[in-house]
């Protein structure tokens, strides 16, 4: 069993800044991608940002530069730093932890609201 356990969700005002954390525990694994998800209201999920296990990352163009993802391979966590924050990045944020292509687990998200 693998559990993800998300954190850092919550009220900030526009131009605010974030830091969501996602640990995972359980049976013994190797991660191979990390990953934020979102979804805003009435909006399909959307990936935000990725890093995979030697740190290369991905991020979706709405918040490249002002996101910022990072992991800490000792302790199965990826965080994501959201700085400049707006009204549009309201949204359920939801943790990625991929094994293996066919093998991978999602936290039970954690809401962001940005407004004023």
């Known amino acids: 069993q693998v559990q993800l356990v998300e954190s850092g969700g919550g009220l900030v005002q526009p131009g605010g800044s974030l830091r969501l954390s996602c640990a995972a525990s359980?049976?013994?694994?190797?991660?191979?991608?990390m990953g934020w998800y979102r979804q805003a209201p009435g909006k399909e999920r959307e990936l935000v940002a990725t890093?995979?296990?030697?740190?290369?990352?991905n991020y979706a163009d709405s918040v490249k530069g002002r996101f910022t993802i990072s992991r800490d391979n000792a302790k199965n966590t990826v965080y994501l730093a959201m700085n400049s924050l707006k009204p549009d990045d309201t949204a359920v944020y939801y943790c990625?932890?991929?094994?293996?292509?066919?093998?991978?687990?999602w936290g039970k998200g954690t809401l962001v609201t940005v407004s004023s």
């Open positions: 990625k932890v991929e094994i293996t292509r066919a093998m991978y687990y």
């Open positions: 359980g049976s013994i694994f190797t991660i191979n991608v």
């Open positions: 890093i995979s296990s030697v740190g290369s990352t």
